[in-house]
């Protein structure tokens, strides 16, 4: 099983996939050594802040196993979008916490730095230039 793992620091990401099964039976809120991760990430302490399967579910903290079940969600919970009803809450269908051959995502926070700064690892992108080239339409004379 191929794993999508999302490691984010200061409103950046660096994605990468694995297909390492160590991952399999780790729960959301475990803390983990960043060379199970990759090389790149060693010395650094990450935690397991979230999941998705690969239908889109979300896991949800709390939720024993793995298994989907459905869970009756109100504002600003996770699986909830924001709602602008006050007391409306929704039957969800969410995963349990547990990460499992139907895991597809994982999301990482970094909690302490390594070797090797963050932005050495996640280059930043270089700005968009503005082109003021671009072709502009010309509407034809009326005849």
Partial sequence: MV??????HNGR?????????????MKIGDKINGDMVSGDFDGYHLE?????????????????GSQLRGRL????QTGM???????LRLKKTVRGEEIS???SQ???????????????ICP????KEKNDDKSKKVAAPAA
């Fill in 3 to 8: 794993f999508k793992i999302n490691v984010s």
């Fill in 13 to 25: 990401t660096f994605k990468l996939e694995t297909d390492s099964e160590a991952w399999i039976r």
């Fill in 48 to 64: 397991i802040t979230g999941t998705s399967d690969i239908a889109g579910f979300p896991g949800i903290k709390g939720e024993i």
């Fill in 73 to 76: 969600l109100t504002k600003n």
């Fill in 81 to 87: 979008r924001n709602s602008r009803h006050e007391g």
């Fill in 101 to 103: 051959d139907k895991t």
């Fill in 106 to 120: 994982i999301n990482l926070k970094v909690l302490k730095e390594g070797h090797k700064k963050f932005d050495e």
């Fill in 124 to 127: 930043a992108k270089p700005a």
